[in-house]
Every structure is written in C-alpha cells, then in structure tokens.
C-alpha cells in the first residue's frame, strides 16, 4: 500500500518562510505534487517532483529526495492569501492511482 | 474554457435512494477520476478512468460504480446512498501521461449530505 506523513498545522508570519515536509512509503514510485486547497474550495495543483532535486515557481518551490522517500513544499514572502491546506501526493506504476495525504492547514498571521 | 464541470454543487439524499454525480471535462484529457474528502481529511480516490471505455477501482470503490462512454464524461453513480457516503466529491482529469504528471484539474465540488 501506500502511506504519506505530513503535519497537520504549521502557523507563520506573514512575510516569513515556511517547509512543509511530506514522508512516503510506497512501491513504484514516479514522483511527489503539491496541491493548495482554500477552505470550502477544489485543490489546485502547484508543482510536480518526478526527479531528485529543487522545483522552484515563484514564491513556491518544492524539494524531493527519492532515496529519503521524502519531499518538501517551501513557501517564501508568505502573504495572508497564502492561509490554506496544502497536500501531498504520490503517484506510482500504476499512474491512474495516485494517494494523497491528510494535508497541512497553514495560518498565516499579520 | 470550462474545465471541469461538476453538477449538481449540493445534494440532499435520503437513506437508500440512488443518485448521479456528473462530471464533464473540455480539455480532452484522457483521465479522469473521482475522489471524496471528509472533513479535515485528504482526498480518497474512489474510481478512475485512463479513457474512454476503461475504468478501475481506487482505495473506497464500495457502494459506488462509473462509466466511461465518452472522453469528456464520467458520472458516479450512488447506487443505495447510506449516511457514511456524506462527503465532498470531486471529479479531476489531467492528460496521461505515465511517468510525467501535469497536474490534476479539479472540479468545484459536489456536497452531498445522507440523511
């Protein structure tokens, strides 16, 4: 099967940095994305790792580590809109089944 | 562009009935799939479809059937709704693409609620 770990809450100010860490065990791997999803809206996708390596788009960059079956989604010059649930998931062999985690609520306070 | 169109946004059933989620997409994407999210939860995949004709079963497939007749449709179907299917649902597509992954477009969601 296949099982991802990621906080649950991370709280920062605005303007800071924030990691949000993502840990996968599972069998087949092809590569790790992020999602953001606003409260009571759909997720919306925000970057792909297949490769080893730093993916950076804007102020969102993410980070993957595939001999540490670990990744990261590092937001920079957080701003309140920012303030949302953010999700990992995984995609294998199979690529129709892809597993997402339970997801990081981030607050953003002023 | 529409993206994906999923109807109708909120939905009460009544224990046992049966009922349609539709979902329809404009970007010919060859998969699609359904997923539902209960509060505070991640996204648990229900059914997929790498195209039209072919459907599988995700990690919660019980108590729910698809059908892919068309590249832009793919409807779940609630066959006896029972209060633990209270959830959000949301349909998503993407290109196949295998190794590559180009993201998944979501739809707005349907709330739908058992009683």
């Known amino acids: 099967g296949q099982s991802l770990e990621q906080p649950s809450e991370v709280t920062a100010v605005e303007g800071a940095i924030v990691q949000i860490n993502c840990t996968y065990q599972?069998?087949?791997?092809?590569?790790l994305s992020w999602y953001q999803q606003h409260d009571g809206g759909a997720p919306t996708f925000l970057s792909y790792?297949?490769?080893?390596g730093l993916e950076e788009t804007g102020r969102f960059s993410s980070f993957l580590s595939r001999s540490d079956s670990y990744g990261y989604l590092l937001l920079q010059e957080l701003q309140m809109k920012d303030s949302a649930s953010y999700f990992c998931?995984?995609?294998?062999?199979?690529?129709?089944?892809?597993?997402f985690g339970d997801g990081t609520t981030l607050t953003v306070k002023p | 562009n529409a993206g994906v169109t999923q109807t109708p946004k909120f939905q009460v059933l009544k224990t046992g009935q049966s009922m349609t989620l539709q979902c329809a997409q404009d970007?010919?994407?060859?998969?699609m799939s359904w997923y539902r999210q209960d509060p505070g939860m991640g996204l648990r995949l229900i059914h997929y479809s790498v195209g039209a004709g072919i459907t599988d079963q995700g990690e919660v497939p019980n108590g729910y059937n698809v059908s892919r007749s068309t590249t832009e449709d793919f409807p779940l179907r609630l066959l006896s709704a029972a209060p633990s299917q209270t959830s959000v649902y949301f349909c998503?597509?993407?290109?196949?693409?295998?190794?590559?992954?180009?993201?998944?477009?979501f739809g707005s969601g349907t709330r739908l609620t058992v009683v």
């Open positions: 970007m010919n994407h060859e998969y």
């Open positions: 998503a597509s993407s290109y196949y693409a295998g190794r590559d992954n180009y993201g998944y477009t």
């Open positions: 599972t069998s087949g791997f092809y590569g």
């Open positions: 998931a995984v995609h294998n062999t199979n690529a129709g089944k892809s597993t």
């Open positions: 790792n297949g490769l080893d």
